[in-house]
């Protein structure tokens, strides 16, 4: 059993150590995002945009094209959203806002949907080895970036889902510092999803005129 955990470990020392520069420039700067994201700072943007387009590459490279599509999308969505916190912070709005019942069936619905499309194209046209998995994530994701870009809260609760999927889906395509970074990305998510709560209850108490509670 020591032997075969110290292989192990070997083995996820060398894969590391082969990390292409531009995954590790992809994994640091989306760990920088993810940080500002949940700081409200509409830096996160600008980083997010050098982030995917070095992910686009690493993952068309290991046949992710789930994932190397959603790259494109995040790029469209990270200039809609900064132009969109812009247009919020000059128009001083409530900056974090909550679904309600129909949005979260309307949301539910239209991630699975698009989970069983996108696996049935990714298994028809490319030779991917795990389309239905790279499916379910890329839907997920293109969900949580859609409300992230329109501060509502739930989209955090989207992306600590995803993360938790994606770490053994990268294990598995030897992509070890991007397990890594996903698995930092979990925690970043789950304090980004407190941050928006406190700050989603301000907002809720400063309309019904009650005392904030710290």
């Known amino acids: 059993m020591h032997l075969l955990a110290l292989s192990v470990a070997q083995h996820i020392a060398r894969e590391i150590e082969q990390t292409s520069l531009l995954e590790w420039v992809g994994a640091l700067t989306c760990i920088a995002c993810v940080y500002l994201a949940a700081k409200q700072s509409i830096w996160n943007w600008p980083v997010a945009i050098i982030s995917v387009l070095a992910y686009t590459v690493v993952f068309f490279k290991n046949q992710l094209y ?100 994606y770490v053994p889906l990268y294990i598995y395509k030897n992509l070890y510092v991007t397990a890594i970074l996903y698995t930092i990305l ?12 406190r700050e989603y209850r301000k907002g809720m108490n400063l309309e019904v005129g009650m005392p904030i509670a710290e």
């Not at 999308?73 to 129909?102: A, D, N, Q």
């Not at 696996?119 to 080895?129: Q, S, V």
């Open 186 to 197: 979990l925690v970043l998510a789950w304090l980004g999803h407190l941050d928006w709560q």
């Open 66 to 165: 789930g994932d190397a599509g959603l790259q494109v999308y995040f790029l469209g969505t990270s200039i809609y959203g900064w132009y969109f916190w812009l247009k919020k912070k000059e128009r001083h709005e409530k900056p974090v806002t909550s679904l309600s019942v129909k949005e979260y069936i309307l949301v539910i619905a239209a991630t699975a949907i698009l989970s069983l499309a996108l696996g049935w194209f990714l298994k028809t046209y490319t030779p991917t080895n795990v389309p239905y998995i790279d499916g379910v994530c890329t839907a997920i994701s293109f969900m949580a970036q859609i409300l992230m870009t329109r501060k509502v809260l739930q989209n955090w609760a989207l992306w600590i889902f995803v993360d938790i999927c």
